[in-house]
């Protein structure tokens, strides 16, 4: 017999908890029938075209992200719109999506922040933001790594470690300086550089980061920053999550990962121009 959509929704929920979302995020079934039965799951970074159609090429009962596709309120979903034309074509290919966002972000084990520490060699990994003290669900990780390493070092072993992107990494502070404790936050964690900082963290990696807050920790002299794709941040949470979810279901769905990179920056230009 089948699994339901319903039972892979359940396994879903009870790892990354609905209740964990923000209160502006768009979590959970985005649409499918929850009695329809679900064979093949596909998981990605983000709900677009491309990733829709690896979905529907492989067979894919369900597709499973981490970035929601109506994040914003909508009134319609015309098949000439952008996003109307995702939800057509998933109904059409007879495919459920169904999205895992900040509320994955914060699980208390395996969840984007769990993976992205793991993917970048850090232990005994605490929340950098706990939803409550002691608590092991919260916003990003900090860990130590087994020695420390200059700072050069590390974002070799991060770039290393993550999807090549066209930003590749970008590091604010002294290459020769070296770093154990680390600060992670997969996608924008801009806000957790004072958390890093007063958390001792030598360095945070993250995404998204602006020129003023990364100027700010330069002048108070920690932590260093790292600043990575937001795609490439959270792509390590996608085989965690697939596995995660055949285990589940005891292996009675097949899961897949999307290989397909859905980072908006396609190349990048090396400056040859003149030194300041």
């Given at each position: 017999?089948?699994?339901?959509?319903?039972?892979?929704?359940?396994?879903?929920?009870?790892?990354?908890?609905?209740?964990?979302?923000?209160?502006?995020?768009?979590?959970?079934?985005?649409?499918?029938?929850?009695?329809?039965?679900?064979?093949?799951?596909?998981?990605?970074?983000?709900?677009?075209?491309?990733?829709?159609?690896?979905?529907?090429?492989?067979?894919?009962?369900?597709?499973?992200?981490?970035?929601?596709?109506?994040?914003?309120?909508?009134?319609?979903?015309?098949?000439?719109?952008?996003?109307?034309?995702?939800?057509?074509?998933?109904?059409?290919?007879?495919?459920?999506?169904?999205?895992?966002?900040?509320?994955?972000?914060?699980?208390?084990?395996?969840?984007?922040?769990?993976?992205?520490?793991?993917?970048?060699?850090?232990?005994?990994?605490?929340?950098?933001?706990?939803?409550?003290?002691g608590s092991r669900a919260g916003l990003g990780r900090i860990g130590r790594l087994d020695r420390a390493?200059?700072?050069?070092?590390?974002?070799?072993?991060?770039?290393?470690?993550?999807?090549?992107?066209?930003?590749?990494?970008?590091?604010?502070?002294?290459?020769?300086?070296?770093?154990?404790?680390?600060?992670?936050?997969?996608?924008s964690g801009g806000s957790l550089i004072g958390a890093a900082a007063a958390a001792g963290a030598d360095?945070?990696?993250?995404?998204?980061?602006?020129?003023?807050?990364?100027?700010?920790?330069?002048?108070?002299?920690?932590?260093?920053?790292?600043?990575?794709?937001?795609?490439?941040?959270?792509?390590?949470?996608?085989?965690?999550?697939?596995?995660?979810?055949?285990?589940?279901?005891?292996?009675?769905?097949?899961?897949?990962?999307?290989?397909?990179?859905?980072?908006?920056?396609?190349?990048?230009?090396?400056?040859?121009?003149?030194?300041?």
């Amino acid at each position: 017999m089948a699994i339901t959509l319903g039972t892979v929704i359940s396994a879903l929920e009870a790892r990354y908890d609905p209740a964990l979302a923000e209160p502006w995020d768009a979590v959970g079934l985005v649409c499918g029938d929850r009695a329809a039965p679900v064979r093949r799951v596909l998981f990605a970074v983000d709900p677009v075209g491309v990733v829709v159609e690896e979905a529907l090429d492989g067979g894919a009962d369900l597709l499973v992200t981490h970035h929601p596709l109506l994040l914003t309120a909508v009134h319609g979903v015309p098949a000439d719109d952008p996003k109307g034309r995702i939800v057509h074509r998933l109904i059409r290919g007879g495919a459920a999506l169904f999205v895992a966002h900040t509320n994955a972000d914060r699980a208390p084990e395996g969840g984007v922040n769990d993976a992205l520490a793991a993917a970048v060699g850090l232990r005994d990994t605490v929340p950098l933001e706990p939803v409550a003290p002691g608590s092991r669900a919260g916003l990003g990780r900090i860990g130590r790594l087994d020695r420390a390493v200059p700072l050069a070092q590390f974002a070799a072993e991060v770039a290393a470690a993550l999807p090549v992107t066209a930003g590749a990494v970008r590091v604010a502070g002294d290459a020769g300086r070296r770093v154990q404790t680390v600060a992670v936050c997969g996608g924008s964690g801009g806000s957790l550089i004072g958390a890093a900082a007063a958390a001792g963290a030598d360095v945070l990696l993250t995404s998204d980061l602006r020129h003023h807050p990364a100027s700010e920790a330069a002048e108070r002299g920690a932590p260093a920053l790292l600043d990575v794709a937001h795609y490439a941040s959270e792509w390590p949470w996608l085989p965690v999550a697939a596995e995660a979810l055949a285990r589940d279901l005891r292996n009675d769905v097949e899961v897949a990962v999307s290989r397909r990179s859905t980072d908006p920056w396609t190349s990048s230009v090396p400056q040859a121009g003149r030194a300041l």
